[in-house]
């Protein structure tokens, strides 16, 4: 919060950074309300070429918006249009695993075995990539943290539903969890200028 210029970042990000590994101990989001002071942090952050550091530009006193229920119906959608025995991927700009791991386990359950995510590296190989989430809490506007449903307090099932969890693990194995993939391009990695 408050992160330009981005002195304070870049320390963080050194020493985040493992030596003889591309791949940093952590990620640090760092965050300025303002235009101009936001692109002084990704100046400062492309110098130390750190896979670990997104810049973001919002106000942080307001928690950014969740977009589950959009997600869901997108992919919904998107499997409505397709041709049987066809292809969809599944691709967010969102790191959050409620927009991500959660939005397909509830399509895969909707769905009752006429759909199944298919394992990315036997189609692409080579591809660098992490497994998905199979375990995350959710946090309400307090930041109070809750691994279940069943562990939320009444004043916040308005906010948070039951969907947003992780399914069960057995849940999770028969839905082939596993096979969702986790692929964090980074404007370092990209062949793009980080604008797209």
């Not at 591309?22 to 492309?46: C, E, F, T, W």
């Not at 106000?59 to 918006?65: K, S």
């Not at 006429?114 to 309400?140: F, H, M, Q, R, Y």
């Not at 947003?164 to 980074?186: D, G, K, N």
């Amino acid at each position: 919060m408050c992160a330009a210029p981005g002195s304070k970042t870049a320390q963080i990000l050194e020493m985040l950074q493992v030596r003889h590994c591309d791949i940093p101990a952590g990620l640090v989001v760092a965050n300025d309300l303002h235009n101009k002071r936001s692109y002084m942090l990704v100046h400062q952050a492309n110098r130390l070429k750190s896979a670990g550091c997104i810049v973001t530009n919002h106000d942080a006193a307001i928690m950014p918006n969740i977009y589950l229920t959009k997600q869901t119906r997108i992919l919904r959608r998107g499997l409505e249009l397709l041709v049987s025995g066809g292809r969809l991927v599944y691709s967010t700009c969102s790191m959050n695993p409620v927009e991500d791991e959660a939005v397909l386990a509830n399509i895969l359950q909707q769905c009752e075995g006429t759909v199944e995510l298919v394992e990315a590296k036997d189609i692409l190989p080579g591809l660098v990539c992490s497994p998905g989430l199979t375990t995350w809490k959710i946090a309400n506007r307090n930041l109070d943290l809750y691994s279940s449903f069943d562990e939320v307090p009444v004043m916040y099932h308005t906010q948070i539903r039951p969907h947003m969890f992780p399914p069960p693990p057995e849940v999770a194995e028969e839905l082939h969890l596993e096979r969702w993939t986790c692929l964090q391009l980074s404007v370092n990695d990209a062949t793009s200028n980080g604008t797209e």
